[in-house]
């Protein structure tokens, strides 16, 4: 095998899911991630996996849960009507402390939408994964590399937090064809002692389960989540800056609209304009220190969104409204191009951002 | 290739750049014949058809035929009707892009009994060894098997694709050969192009066999 190979996004993310040791993966097909689908179809079966046509969505993702339980890696993809119907297991899974895995390749929507590229399932991800109170860390890749590597990060982040691990890409990543280096080294799961794997009459039973008749202990298990919710906050943000140190201009963007946004970057500053962005890698938790210490001396932020404005909200929490933040999107399946990014950047030099 | 058809068609593995190839072929036959047309039966993939390179076509008087629902929200294995212009008129220099692996193969079978019949074509299998799921013989060998099954043609001729997209070297041209060999000697299906960047080509010239340059088709500006 050579050192490299040549991947759809959505391939890498299941070779990587394979090696990062995922044996079991259940899902329904929808454009544009059934490349995950049918590569795990092809592969499970000669390495002894389970790859299994779930009858739905709600089935797929009742399936993880039932394999998390027993402490094995374990994963589900879709896109995004798909992932708005395994909202409720998502929180099942929060609810029992489950690791899990999953995929959303964002599509336009609302609705059926349409099958084209889209990044407005931020508040889904980042908010509204589902009911109750809990939260899902959220991978941004902007590269069919980075759809690898979050991969494998995604579920070692699963196992050591027992909470699901979401990769948010959208159909441009799924779809898209680049080189990929596959050479990982994967830590072994960690132990999981709470795991239903049998008690071989040697143990107390273990009992993976939502619901708590002690409104006094549910609550108990909520503070003790978001116990970890804070630590995860303060550990785990990741993020990548880019000719930030001078800039007066600040682009926020993640996934394919950083691609775009740097593109625009490199342009404006061969015009002067002192311009960078920060490409936020976990959406959740959000990296706020990066944007605190740029609101410090940028004059005008730009979030660079395929949505109405979603992660926007996050910048203009993260800078405390130091600087004025705008928009530069496009939605319903339309992309930015680095032209429209490029006139955005240059209204907030001339001072249009207010 | 030595003797040309009227029906060139590319199929292969998914991603294993059949688009690309197809396009570039129709470039190539422009030049020789006057009526050349790309029928693009791809019935799987939603993203990156040849309708990216339409009016690129039209410029260059090469028709298209092309389901309408390529590259929209219509989500559906569509064919468009004019498909059956390509056996039924017979003036045309057709290059037929099929779908990857043997679901998108499954469309060529509606045109098999006429092409067979008229037997004027080349059935070419697009092969990339820097795609993960064919980075051998054996392994090219059992997609090669289930796109015939699928479509009811057998392969005539193997267009070794090998690239690693922006990143691909002569070097891993070079790297390929064997495999390319290596796969004609197990199907016994003959080794009739190997397709390059039109960059590389003149470093690989007289190196590889019967070496084809590629210009590239692009479709949006985030390269970097």
């Not at chain 1, 995929?103 to 407005?120: A, E, F, K, T, W």
């Not at chain 1, 890698?281 to 005008?300: G, M, R, Y």
């Not at chain 2, 068609?9 to 690309?20: A, R, V």
């Amino acid at each position: 095998m050579a050192d490299k190979v040549l991947m759809k996004g959505n391939e890498a993310i299941a070779e990587a899911a394979i090696l990062a040791g995922c044996r079991h993966y259940f899902g329904y097909p929808i454009t544009p991630q059934t490349e995950i689908a049918a590569y795990m179809a092809k592969k499970m079966p000669k390495i002894g996996g389970c790859f299994l046509q779930a009858e739905s969505e709600i089935a797929a993702i009742n399936m993880v849960y039932g394999v998390s339980s027993t402490g094995k890696r374990v994963m589900t993809s879709s896109s995004s009507p798909g992932i708005a119907l395994k909202s409720e297991g998502l929180s099942y899974l929060a609810g029992a402390d489950l690791p899990a895995f999953i995929v959303n390749v964002q599509r336009g929507g609302p609705g059926l939408g349409g099958i084209q590229p889209s990044q407005s399932d931020y508040f889904q991800a980042t908010r509204a994964g589902g009911h109750g109170d809990f939260r899902m860390i959220v991978l941004a890749p902007a590269s069919v590399q980075e759809m690898a590597d979050l991969t494998v990060k995604g579920f070692a982040l699963a196992d050591k937090y027992r909470m699901t691990a979401m990769v948010l890409a959208d159909g441009t990543m799924g779809q898209m064809m680049e080189p990929v280096s596959l050479d990982f080294d994967i830590e072994p799961a960690p132990e999981k002692p709470w795991a239903t794997t049998g008690t071989k009459l040697e143990r107390e039973h273990n009992i993976v389960n939502s619901l708590f008749l002690a409104p006094e202990e549910l609550e108990k298990f909520n503070f003790d989540r978001y116990e970890r919710y804070k630590y995860i906050e303060e550990n785990e943000a990741m993020y990548e800056e880019y000719l930030v140190d001078d800039a007066d201009i600040v682009i926020a963007a993640f996934g394919i609209a950083a691609r775009v946004s740097r593109s625009a970057v490199n342009e404006a500053r061969k015009q002067g304009i002192k311009v960078g962005m920060i490409r936020p890698i976990t959406l959740w938790p959000f990296p706020k220190a990066p944007f605190e210490k740029a609101a410090e001396h940028a004059k005008a932020f730009i979030s660079v969104e395929l949505s109405m404005g979603q992660m926007i909200e996050d910048v203009q929490l993260a800078t405390k409204c130091k600087a004025p933040v705008t928009l530069c999107n496009r939605a319903g399946g339309m992309i930015p191009s680095p032209e429209q990014v490029l006139e955005a950047i240059k209204n907030a030099a001339n001072g249009g951002a207010k | 290739m030595k003797e040309q058809k009227r029906l060139t068609i590319l199929c292969g593995h998914y991603g294993s750049g059949k688009t690309n190839v197809a396009v570039n072929l129709a470039y190539a036959l422009k030049q020789q014949y006057e009526r050349v047309t790309i029928a693009d039966l791809d019935i799987v993939n939603p993203y990156f058809r040849t309708k990216d390179s339409s009016d690129d076509f039209a410029a260059r008087g090469i028709g298209l035929i092309c389901s309408e629902y390529a590259n929209s929200n219509v989500d559906i294995p569509a064919l468009p009707p004019e498909m059956y212009a390509v056996t039924d008129d017979t003036s045309l220099t057709v290059v037929l892009d099929i779908g990857g692996d043997d679901r998108g193969a499954l469309a060529l079978g509606r045109l098999a009994p006429k092409i067979l019949e008229e037997n004027d074509y080349a059935m070419l299998m697009v092969i990339n060894r820097y795609r993960p799921l064919t980075p051998d013989a054996p392994s090219t060998y059992e997609v090669m098997q289930e796109i015939e099954q699928a479509c009811g043609i057998r392969f005539t001729g193997l267009i070794n694709n090998s690239n690693l997209g922006a990143e691909t070297t002569a070097q891993h041209v070079l790297d390929s050969v064997a495999y390319a060999r290596e796969v004609e000697a197990l199907t016994g299906v003959p080794l009739v192009l190997t397709t390059v960047r039109q960059d590389l080509y003149a470093e690989l010239e007289g190196k590889v066999p019967a070496l084809f340059g590629l210009e590239l088709q692009a479709k949006i500006g985030f390269s970097c």
